[in-house]
């Protein structure tokens, strides 16, 4: 688009008025620089030379001259002579000369001056004339102005709402000056730059953001200000911006589901992960809609725990294409053993409709599964200062590593030691340790030393050994010593700390390997045993390491026989200054015996070790403590130090068990096993100023959170050592000492070698002071101010649950007796995992319930539960239902309570249907429909609805409750929502043809699903089941058959049975095959049908044209209707070539014959009409071969009727004698008994053979049934002998009169002179008189037209259309007078027609006359004909066939165009001779006339008028004078016969004719011949005129309502000579008549458009007439009494007189009697009108003209109605009449002018 800047100067262009602009696109202006550069810089061709097509000046100034040049070259191949014209205006100047002369190839230039004397714009033109044309080169020059190029619309690209898309343009400025711009828009959109300024050619990109908020279609101008820098723009331009915008939507799926139902709410499960390890798992973000959409994927709010999420995703935010997909990760890294981890993923798109959420769930657990190979190790005997080496397995079952440390010294200071001591074990492996027995000492050793595991309970392993040497050699321990020991121990009840239950248990349970099983499967294993009195591994631990310090073992049954205190020992300071002093640190520790028997107490404490016990043995009383020195003396400095000093006790020389031998509690002696206490020490003897080692270590996790409930809670940390050097920690209380003390760590010290690792244990019961955040742990390293800071999470929390929707439920109303479920959420927002239970009262259980109404909830889930609310009654019902909750880990404590508000409102609730009758329509009997009901529910509440259809069949029908029913529903029970409407799909299956009522009904349904009300009615359906139905309309003849009226052409295909066929239900066997189908192995198919008809082609001479039939299918259902005419073949299966045996039957031989040689054709053979729809099918019969030919064929309708049809064709000799008859059975019309004048009646003989007939009827017949009959002429013919001519038909004419009321049976034969005869059945009935106003019985079936009357469409080839093809008169008078009005319309675009109309005659009597008989029709017009029908003066049943005849302007003109030549050729012939040799004889064109005899005979049209019994070879030999032959003719070979027919199979009954070599020179002369052009072929249209006359007196019997109407006394029907009277000087003829017809029709229309002529009337009517004529009797007008009809006389030669009709009068004293004009535009004239002395006279006008001027009337209206000219509805017109004397001068003047043209008009046709 471009945009220009125009300044106010006018335009200066010159007149072009008589100038003849050739080419207009020449002359057009082109806007815009960039247009004229172009326009001015491109040439192009005109007539042959190459021009520019115009010159344009656009940089100039006032008062100066400015010249350019146009050049002409002439690139055609010839000499160009051009006239020039010159600018008109006198601003272009050229000097050239008038004509230019341009050789091919060369050029001339021509300057053009231009002037200008003002600042405008000037345009003129120079035209070029040459010999082919001329054309114009446009002169401009235009003022320079701003200019802008810019698209006229910008599409931008489809955007979401609530997002943005651009696009750029060019903005350029395409003029010569500098230009600026600024944008106006609104939302939503939005250009940028907004404003700027362009220089002459710049171009700028202008952005366009298009930012829809709502899903719109989009369209706004943007306007666009330009003009000079600094001052307001004053141009303005437009860019229409176009955008759609639509709502985003997206979608999460997780691919490892496929079920639907999840996909709605995805949820990831990870499964069990173990603490330390990560999961993925991906899911996938979809985007079904057709933009891009943008999101976020965040965490759902108040979801996060303590420790942070567990969960990480890998995208945040993103774009996703439209159907694309993004695939997200999400990591699981659990932090906290035991745990379950939820969290949800909100997935947010801007402009979205909807938000999705993601559940994300993982259980964490420890994951480690580690056993041992046993529980036990037993080293059995060693020597003392020996070492013994035992193998035990540590097994990880788990998929995760396991970490381990074992809680023993293996550095020397325990006679135990297990290598490795510490390290992690890979997934499903194992590890073989090596536990090493070392004892430095002749006692019984026993430790159990725990296994540490991360993330895990201990595992405990039982070290026994027993040392023996030279002096000492104590009882050796054994396993099952302290398997027994340990299981009488936890059996004891009175004395905790005596062995007092020691008894031998002989049944105590040995595992695989004979080693006795440990306690804890004994416990399982018996049910009697202290299992639930035994400790956890973790008590047991704690309770190892801590002893006594432990405050929650001080009162526990499980007390420890001796104890150690402190269990800690600390040397983090060592003062000496160098290895040879002698001070040492040292410090004590405590041992207590708490058994009643005396202990010794052994150290263990090698020789090199920097620590040292003393006294290394000591004996402690029972019940008492003893304290030891511990020194750290170190060998080396500035280094660290540690060890775990053990120390077993046991009983001295059984003391103990003395004492339990005294007391009775044991019967033999038992062996006791020692027990080991131990005491941590570390040091450093690091020297002050001393920088101690720099640590490098890990926690893991650094964060420690127990659960958030009052319970005794455990964890794990793992203390990495990840440098080079040694590492000591020690845990540091100084800092928080309050709740440091809270937290027991064991141990508290130790030393950690490089690369080894610590496995601390965390113990705490949380409290609610403790701080949310939590509190820290410092843990020392290397005795330094090094520290590690571990986070601990203590504190109780109270749980949290919050109920959706503020804790309110709201059901909306719901049906009384139904149920209405809703969703609701419960959300734990706490971090303990509760269970939860809803607590219902009794009364509202019925009316309410929840499901689950339990379950559990992890921290941060969210759980749905269904409630359901059944009212009873209708009101409004509030229930506050009760939801428990408790933390799992205590269950039965801790709980709290929440209510829910729940209401709800019962209500009545009832459906209905939007169409109370809901009509299908038609539907195919055996086929299926879909259908939708639309059900609405304008009640408040949804109603549960069980439906029920009851049918009902319009049809007798005597079995109707075995008829399944045809509506079939696909939904019998649903629920429809309040105020909506459900779509009831539904099928029909109509099975059989009736008119199916359904009466749909419902019952409610209540909650249980039971019908808890009576059937209602909803609607009723309406369906009519049919079958394909065709019917025949229209029939039409053509060839042969032309001629043939559509009565007998519809009696010859039985048209009238075909449609009652058609319009029946078809039989089973006719549905065999629904569709048309191959199903028959033989040339001759099975019939499936007993509906059987002939087609009777009719007959025709040999080698005539073919007989065709158009018949006009008209479908009337409302279903398409699939047909097909099925010949043999089209039945038969087509069979592979081996498969045929060759061997066929006469019949089907002759079939064969027939469908190979295409005898009968079917055009198109098969169809589809479409509901409404109308199609042509032509059948057609080729008199090929004489005989009779019989062809079957199907007529199949698809799923319908499937009919026989007979195709019967006769082709006759030419010589032959032949009338066809269509039927031998004909029925008269009935006729009363008595009746004194029988009608006439008519049986049609058709002539189907080339030469005249004379038939005759057999009188015997006749004269015997008169003689039957009393002599009474029954039935008499009129004509008994005749001739028919050649393709012609005539009427045989009779008289039935019966005797008696019965049914009359006579065969009369028909014979043919020299020829068959024919035996015909007439049959004729007899009835007495009937009743008045009974059913008229003078219903003739002949004169009973079944075709219709209106043809709608044209058949092929038809251009002309009838608007009635038959015209029915029914029942009227003799000697009566009727008229019709018909139409001929030209349906062709193009072509001119002319028709004319062939008039029949009855009784030497023209019956039926129309007017115009002969007429031409332009492309899609018109014409009005106007019938009149005369009936004769004797009773007869009329059945005329009017014959109009049309032909094209077009082939006329071809034929006299022909004509002429042939003339012009016969002209020449005749003129001219020429002198030739003899030997030479030239081929010379032989002009033959068309009214020569010889060849006129034997030239057939398609009447087969035949009259010469000469063979035409032998004319024309005669005519051209060519040599005959004389004899046989002479053959040198016998050649083969031609491929036609088969002469020697008599079983066909054919004969084909030889054609001898004198008939092949015959036809070579023949082509030689010239003949004169024969007219064309007239298309013929046929009109059916039908109609019963009666005898006035019998008219008058039967008919008297209708005697007034349609009676009028006319003049006798007899063609005699008139006899003049009185009145013949009113007669007019000629033009004279016509003009005064003419002049009093005007006069009528004018004087009814007159309103003044109107008003007068009115005014006019009341009052009195003041003047009276005199008296005029006439002596021409028969008068009779209105009840008798005149007199008639049949044979009387003298007619009656031409009534007289007065114009105006009136009458007094008896009833005026009118003459109406009937509809149909008969005007009735009364001769029954009485006289009488008083009756007034007015001048009297002759009554034949009076109706020609109302008939004139009436056929202008109906032609005005037609032309659609007549507008009933419009106002009446309104006419300015001019002065009166005007008025009437002019008129005169009009009316004398068209009656002088009209009159010549007429003489001069008249002499034509």
């Not at 008038?98 to 200008?116: A, D, N």
């Not at 719109?216 to 666009?224: E, I, P, T």
């Not at 003078?1338 to 219709?1348: K, Q």
């Not at 019994?1509 to 031609?1538: C, D, H, M, N, W």
Request: aromatic share 8%; glycine share 6%; with cysteine.
């Amino acid at each position: 688009m471009l945009a220009e800047a125009r300044g106010s100067g006018a335009q200066w262009t010159p007149s072009t008025s008589g100038k003849d602009i050739k080419d207009p696109g020449i002359h057009q202006r082109q806007k815009g620089g960039k247009h004229q550069r172009q326009a001015s810089s491109q040439r192009s061709c005109f007539l042959g030379l190459e021009i520019k097509p115009e010159l344009v000046w656009e940089d100039w100034d006032l008062r100066r001259e400015f010249t350019k040049t146009l050049v002409l070259k002439n690139i055609h191949s010839k000499l160009q002579k051009l006239h020039v014209r010159p600018p008109v205006s006198k601003f272009f100047t050229t000097m050239i000369p008038q004509t230019i002369v341009l050789s091919p190839g060369t050029s001339f230039s021509m300057p053009v001056i231009f002037r200008p004397l003002q600042k405008c714009e000037y345009e003129d033109s120079i035209e070029f004339q040459g010999k082919d044309g001329s054309f114009q080169v446009c002169l401009r020059a235009i003022i320079p102005c701003h200019a802008l190029e810019l698209p006229d619309s910008v599409l931008l690209p489809l955007c979401a709402v609530q997002h943005s898309s651009h696009t750029t343009f060019l903005l350029k400025n395409v003029s010569k000056l500098q230009t600026c711009f600024q944008w106006q828009c609104t939302a939503p959109f939005q250009l940028a730059p907004e404003q700027g300024l362009l220089k002459p050619g710049q171009e700028c990109p202008i952005t366009v953001i298009f930012r829809p908020q709502e899903a719109l279609v989009c369209q706004q101008q943007a306007c666009c200000w330009f003009g000079e820098e600094g001052d307001k723009a004053e141009s303005c331009c437009t860019v229409l911006l176009q955008g759609l915008a639509k709502y985003p939507c997206l979608q999460l799926r997780n691919p490892s589901t496929k079920d639907e139902k999840e996909q709605c709410s995805p949820v990831l499960h990870f499964g069990s992960v173990a603490v330390g390890q990560s999961l993925q798992k991906h899911f996938d973000i979809f985007n079904p809609s057709p933009v891009t959409a943008s999101f976020s994927l965040l965490h759902l709010s108040n979801g996060v725990p303590l420790l942070g999420s567990e969960f990480r995703c890998d995208v945040t935010r993103g774009k996703v294409a439209p159907g694309g997909s993004l695939r997200a990760t999400v990591t699981y890294t659990p932090a906290v053993v035991d745990t379950v981890a939820v969290e949800y993923l909100s997935l947010k798109c801007r402009g979205a409709l909807n938000e999705n959420l993601l559940k994300l769930t993982g259980n964490c657990t420890g994951g480690v599964k580690v056993s041992l190979s046993s529980s036990v190790v037993d080293f059995g005997c060693v020597e003392e200062g020996q070492a013994v080496v035992q193998t035990v397995e540590l097994v990880n079952s788990s998929p995760v590593d396991a970490i381990y440390q074992w809680d023993l010294d293996c550095s020397g200071h325990s006679v135990f030691s297990i290598h490795p001591a510490n390290g992690t074990l890979r997934p499903q492996s194992h590890i073989t340790l090596k536990a090493v027995y070392r004892p430095t000492y002749p006692i019984a050793h026993h430790r159990r030393v725990a296994c540490l595991i991360l993330h895990r309970d201990p595992m405990f392993l039982d070290l026994i050994g027993t040392c023996h040497s030279e002096h000492q050699q104590p009882a050796i321990l054994k396993p099952e010593h302290l398997v027994l020991y340990k299981l009488h121990w936890y059996r004891r009840q009175d004395l905790p700390d005596t062995p007092s239950a020691m008894q031998p248990d002989h049944n105590v349970p040995l595992d695989q390997q004979g080693v006795l099983c440990p306690l804890e499967e004994q416990s399982h294993q018996r049910p009697d045993s202290a299992g639930s009195m035994s400790r956890t591994p973790m008590e047991e631990y704690y309770e190892t390491c801590m002893g006594y310090m432990d405050p929650l073992s001080c009162g526990s049954l499980f007390s420890p026989h001796v104890s150690m205190v402190p269990s800690e020992l600390l040397f983090n300071h060592k003062m000496s200054s160098s290895l040879l002093t002698s001070s040492t640190s040292s410090q004590s520790v405590s041992i207590t015996n708490h058994t009643r028997g005396k202990l010794s107490l052994v150290w263990t404490v090698p020789q090199d070790s920097p620590f040292s016990v003393a006294p290394l043995a000591f004996d402690l009383a029972p019940l008492k403590s003893t304290s030891f020195r511990v020194t750290y003396d170190p060998k080396q400095f500035n280094t660290l130090h540690a060890a775990q000093l053990e120390c077993f006790a046991f009983y001295k020389n059984n003391s103990m068990q003395q004492v339990l031998q005294d007391n009775k509690q044991i019967e033999e002696p038992l062996l006791c096993p020692p027990w080991c206490v131990t005491v941590r020490v570390i040091g450093h003897s690091f020297q002050p100023g001393k920088e101690h080692f720099i640590p490098c270590c890990s926690l893991k996790p650094p964060r420690v959170v127990f659960p958030a409930l009052s319970v005794l809670s455990y964890r794990t940390v793992l203390l990495q050592n990840c440098g080079d050097l040694p590492l000591t920690f020690c845990l540091d209380h100084s800092s928080y000492p309050a709740l440091a003390e809270s937290v027991f760590v064991v141990p508290n010290c130790g030393l950690i070698q490089p690369g080894n690792h610590q496995i601390l244990t965390l113990r705490t019961t949380p409290t609610e002071d403790s701080p949310e955040q939590g509190f820290s742990l410092h843990f020392q390293l290397n005795a330094a101010k090094h520290t590690k800071e571990l986070k601990v999470v203590s504190v109780v929390e109270k749980l949290c649950v919050s109920l959706e929707g503020d804790s309110s439920l709201y059901f909306h109303p719901t049906a009384v007796g139904s149920r209405t479920t809703r969703s609701h959420h419960i959300r734990n927002l706490s971090r303990l995992p509760l269970r939860f239970q809803w607590s219902i009262p009794d009364p509202d259980q019925e009316l309410i319930f929840v499901e689950p109404d339990a379950g559990e909830l992890h921290p941060n889930e969210s759980s749905a539960q269904i409630w359901s609310f059944s009212p009873l009654a209708e009101k409004t019902y509030t229930f506050k239902p009760t939801v428990t909750f408790w933390p799992i880990q205590t269950p039965g404590f801790n709980k709290s309570h929440l209510t829910l508000k729940v209401v709800g409102m019962g209500s009545k609730g009832f459906i209905e249907a939007e169409k109370a009758v809901l009509d299908v329509g038609e539907i195919l009997v055996g086929s299926c429909r879909s259908i939708e009901v639309p059900l609405v529910n304008n009640s408040p509440c949804p109603v549960s609805f069980c439906l029920s259809v009851q049918q009902k069949l319009v049809e007798p029908i005597c079995d109707l409750e075995n008829v399944p029913s045809a509506l079939q529903l696909d939904c019998e029970r649903g629920t429809i929502a309040s105020h909506s409407t459900l779509l009831l799909r539904s099928t029909v299956r109509p099975q059989r043809r009736a008119q199916h009522l359904w009466t749909i009904s419902y019952q409610t349904l209540n909650a249980s699903g039971f019908v808890s009300s009576p059937p209602q009615a909803v609607c009723e359906v309406r369906a009519k089941g049919v079958f394909p139905t065709l019917k025949v309309i229209d029939v039409c003849g053509g060839g042969s058959v032309g001629r043939l009226s559509k009565v007998l052409l519809w009696k010859l295909f039985s048209l009238g049975s075909l449609n009652e066929h058609l319009l029946s239900n078809p039989t089973s066997a006719e549905l065999t095959y629904r569709t048309p189908t191959r199903h028959s192995l033989r040339s001759c198919p099975s019939i499936f049908t007993k509906a059987m008809l002939d087609f009777n082609f009719s007959a025709a001479p040999l080698n005539s044209d073919p007989s065709t039939f158009a018949l006009m299918f008209h479908n009337p259902c409302s279903i398409p209707v699939d047909w097909a005419f099925l010949f043999p073949e089209d039945q038969q299966i087509e069979l592979e070539y081996w498969a045929e045996t060759g061997e066929f039957s006469s019949t089907e031989l002759y079939q064969m014959k027939v469908q190979d040689n295409h005898l009968f054709s079917v055009s198109p053979r098969s169809g589809t009409l479409l509901p409404g729809q109308q199609r042509a099918v032509l059948f057609s019969y080729s008199h090929d071969f004489v005989g009779t030919d019989r062809f079957p064929v199907v007529f199949k309708l698809s799923y319908g009727r499937e009919i026989l049809l007979n195709f019967q064709g006769v082709t006759v000799e030419r010589d032959r004698l032949y009338l066809h008859f269509a039927s031998k059975r004909h029925v008269f019309t009935s006729v009363t008994i008595g009746d004194c004048t029988p009608p006439r009646q008519g049986y049609e003989l058709h002539n189907g053979g080339a030469v005249p007939v004379h038939y005759e009827v057999d009188k015997a017949v006749l004269s015997q049934l008169q003689v039957d009959n009393f002599n009474h002429p029954v039935l008499c013919c009129l004509n008994p002998e005749g001739e028919v001519l050649p393709g012609k038909t005539i009427l045989l004419e009779w008289i039935f009169s019966p005797m008696e009321a019965k049914m009359y049976y006579m065969d009369i034969l028909i014979h043919i002179q020299d020829g068959d005869s024919t035996l015909v059945r007439f049959e004729g009935c007899g009835f007495h008189s009937p009743a008045l106003g009974s059913k008229n019985p003078f219903n003739c079936i002949d004169t009973e037209a079944s075709e219709p009357s209106v043809q709608r469409l044209p058949f092929p080839g038809q251009v002309v259309l009838l608007s009635e093809d038959s015209v029915s008169l029914g029942n009227i008078p003799v000697c009566s007078q009727f008229s019709r009005i018909l139409f001929l319309t030209n349906v062709s675009h193009t072509d001119t027609v002319h028709y004319t109309w062939d008039l029949l005659q009855q009784d030497n009597q023209q019956v039926v006359q129309i007017h115009p008989e002969r007429g031409s029709l332009c492309p899609r017009e018109s014409a009005l004909c106007v019938l009149t029908f005369t009936s004769t003066d004797y009773p007869t049943c009329y059945q005329l066939d009017v014959i109009c005849q049309v032909i094209q302007e077009a082939a006329l003109t071809r034929y006299h165009d022909a004509l002429q030549r042939w003339e012009e050729e016969k002209e020449r012939q005749q003129d001219e001779f020429t002198i030739t040799d003899k030997k030479h004889t030239e081929s010379k064109r032989v002009l033959i006339d068309e009214v020569l005899p010889q060849i006129q005979s034997h030239v057939f049209d398609s009447n087969h008028n035949h009259s010469s019994p000469y063979s035409p070879f032998i004319l024309l030999q005669e005519l051209t004078g060519a040599p005959v032959r004389k004899g046989p003719s002479f053959r040198k070979y016998k050649t083969l016969p031609p491929i036609c027919g088969s002469s020697s199979c008599e079983a066909l009954g054919t004969i084909c004719t030889k054609v001898t070599r004198a008939e092949r020179r015959a036809q070579r002369e023949m082509a030689k011949v010239c003949r004169r052009p024969e007219p064309p072929q007239p298309s013929l249209l046929h009109l059916e005129v039908t109609a019963h006359s009666h005898e006035l007196l019998e008219y008058l019997t039967h008919f008297p309502e209708q005697f007034n109407e349609r009676y009028r006394w006319l003049q006798s029907v007899k063609p005699q000579q008139l006899e003049t009277t009185s009145s013949a000087g009113l007669q007019t003829h000629g033009p004279e008549r016509e003009i005064i017809t003419h002049v009093l029709t005007s006069l009528l229309r004018g004087i009814l458009d007159d309103p003044a002529f109107t008003q007068s009337l009115i005014t006019s009517a009341p009052k009195p007439i003041s003047y009276q004529l005199g008296e005029n009797t006439p002596s021409h007008c028969s008068s009779f009494p209105s009840s008798l009809p005149p007199p008639h006389c049949p044979t009387s030669s003298h007619c009656v007189p031409q009534p007289q009709v007065p114009l105006s009068g009136t009458m007094t004293g008896h009833k005026e009697q009118h003459n109406p004009v009937d509809s149909e535009g008969t005007a009735g004239c009364s001769g029954n009108r009485p006289e009488t002395q008083n009756t007034l006279h007015t001048e009297h006008v002759p009554a034949d003209m009076m109706e020609d001027v109302l008939l004139n009337t009436l056929q202008n209206l109906m032609m005005e109605a037609v032309r659609g000219e007549l507008v009933l509805t419009a106002h009446p017109r309104t006419v300015i009449l001019p002065p009166v004397s005007t008025r009437t001068r002019r008129t005169s003047k009009a009316v004398a002018e068209d009656e002088t043209e009209h009159l010549k008009n007429k003489q001069e046709t008249a002499e034509s």
